[in-house]
């Protein structure tokens, strides 16, 4: 990305063009950048009361930003690990989702992509449906089991009340259950011929198939660290909390 004093005048089509960040930027700042492609970044940022400052620096914090490693998310205790999967999903919920969704029912198109766009505006809201309904249900079951089980590891339930949490549905029966968001994106791959276009496919297009291949990868990523990180120790903690029920009813 140029220098601020070089870029003021370059069209929001260009700076997109250039770095399909830049949409999601302009985004955050509540821009639809299809609706105003044709104009220059400083008449946008004078017509939203924005400073080009801010926008770039923005971009830089984004392209900057840097996820925690497996292996450094695997060294964290559990309670860590949750915490950094319900940032993620608020991070979905807030952002990634409603950048999508606003592309999807704003851009207007003509040609190809026409019947694909009125194709992705009834099936995107049903993966946004099914989607919020999975990250309510993990967070009200296996987030809440694995918050419930360290507090009876603290000794925070009578020794009943932990026998019974125990006859709750385990951990490894929700990880049997976890659905794995790769597989509810196969429809949008499908729809969009596995995100190919040609060169000439408009930018916001582009933008648009950029995006939702990114957010297929984030899913994947994170159903991993849930997968392989997550469960794992959930499991461990449950036997822990299970050994230590055990101990203390053969000590009474």
Same mark, same amino acid.
């Given at each position: ?120 505006? /009834? *099936? $995107? %809201? ?13 967070? +009200? &079951? ?86 392989? /990180? *997550? $469960? %794992? ?13 055990? +101990? &203390?009813?053969?000590?009474?």
């Amino acid at each position: 990305m140029p220098q601020h004093s070089h870029i003021r005048k370059r069209s929001i089509g260009d700076l997109v063009q250039e770095n399909y960040v830049f949409a999601g930027v302009l985004h955050y700042f509540g821009i639809s950048f299809y609706d105003y492609e044709q104009q220059s970044l400083e008449e946008v940022c004078k017509k939203f009361r924005i400073g080009t400052k801010q926008l770039i620096s923005e971009l830089q914090a984004r392209a900057w930003r840097k996820e925690p490693s497996r292996e450094e998310l695997y060294l964290h205790p559990i309670e860590v690990l949750v915490e950094y999967l319900k940032n993620k999903h608020h991070y979905f919920l807030r952002q990634e989702l409603p950048f999508l969704s606003s592309i999807i029912s704003g851009v207007k198109t003509v040609g190809a992509y026409e019947n694909l766009l009125a194709d992705l505006r /009834l *099936l $995107f %809201p049903l993966f946004v449906d099914d989607f919020i309904h999975h990250i309510h249900e993990e967070e +009200n &079951t296996l987030f809440n089991r694995i918050k419930t089980l360290q507090e009876v590891e603290k000794n925070r339930f009578r020794l009943d009340e932990a026998v019974k949490i125990l006859h709750q549905p385990s951990i490894s029966g929700l990880a049997e259950e976890h659905e794995v968001h790769d597989d509810e994106m196969k429809g949008i791959r499908k729809l969009t011929n596995g995100y190919r276009l040609d060169s000439k496919a408009p930018t916001a297009i582009k933008v648009l198939y950029h995006e939702l291949q990114s957010f297929e990868k984030e899913l994947i990523i994170h159903a991993r660290i849930e997968n392989d /990180l *997550l $469960f %794992p120790k959930a499991i461990e903690l449950e036997r822990e909390v299970k050994r230590k029920i055990i +101990n &203390t009813i053969k000590l009474n």
